[in-house]
């Protein structure tokens, strides 16, 4: 949980200019249907679950964050039981990318990191310039200690929308770990810029 939660710290640094993410009126309505479930049933971890990562992917990582954690409080089993329910959703509608992420993020709280990326990947198959699937999948490459391809990602992401500060902050990471703490640097003040901006 200690590196969901860095993944969830670096994620908070996020967002937009042309070609940018932003928030579709689809997935408002859709983050508010999911907020609504968990006000009517507040100790279902299917519904917390649920609610955590359509906010991992709406820019609510704080929230998705805290709604992740009360997943496994209400159920410590749930990690196995949310495996299972969305390798058996993806299997039947593998062209959903939601359905996917919240797989990789199944396989990730198993200790799956490969599947996690696999199915990350999977979302990119499905929505290109999904600026969320690169991070996370950056991330993990980082986990694994695998700092170019890492990189590699984050700067595929940043092709997508070079105002994305968490990617710039997840570069500057790289940096780092390869002995250019200049660039590091650079990339760190480039991710805190665009933080101070609103992204």
């Known amino acids: 949980m200690r590196k969901l939660l860095l993944l969830a710290v670096c994620l908070l640094l996020t967002s937009g200019a042309i070609h940018a993410w932003r ?3 689809e997935l408002e ?3 508010s249907a999911k907020q609504a479930m968990v006000r009517n049933k507040p100790n279902d971890p299917d519904a917390r679950f649920d609610l955590a990562i359509t906010m991992a992917y709406t820019n609510n990582l704080q ?3 805290v709604n992740l954690k009360k997943t496994v409080e209400l159920d410590p089993g749930y990690k196995k039981r949310g495996l299972d329910l969305y390798i058996k ?3 039947e509608q593998p ?3 939601r359905l996917r992420f919240r797989l990789a993020f199944a396989y990730y709280f198993n200790e799956q990191k490969k ?3 696999r199915e990350l990947d999977n979302v990119l198959k499905i929505d290109p310039y999904n600026v969320w699937a690169f991070g996370y999948i950056a991330l993990i490459y980082g986990e694994l200690g ?3 391809t890492a990189m590699s990602y984050t700067k595929r992401g940043l092709k997508i929308d070079s105002n994305v500060a968490a990617l710039h902050a997840l570069l500057g990471e790289g940096y780092n770990r390869k002995g250019d703490k200049w660039k590091g640097f650079a990339e760190l003040m480039e991710a805190l810029r665009l933080r ?3 992204y």
Do not use: F, H, R, Y
């Open 29 to 31: 309505k859709e983050l």
């Open 63 to 65: 929230d998705g964050w």
């Open 95 to 97: 062209g959903d990318w």
């Open 89 to 91: 959703k993806v299997t």
């Open 196 to 198: 101070a901006l609103g």
């Open 23 to 25: 928030i579709t009126p």
């Open 115 to 117: 599947e996690a990326i």
């Open 146 to 148: 695998d700092t170019d």
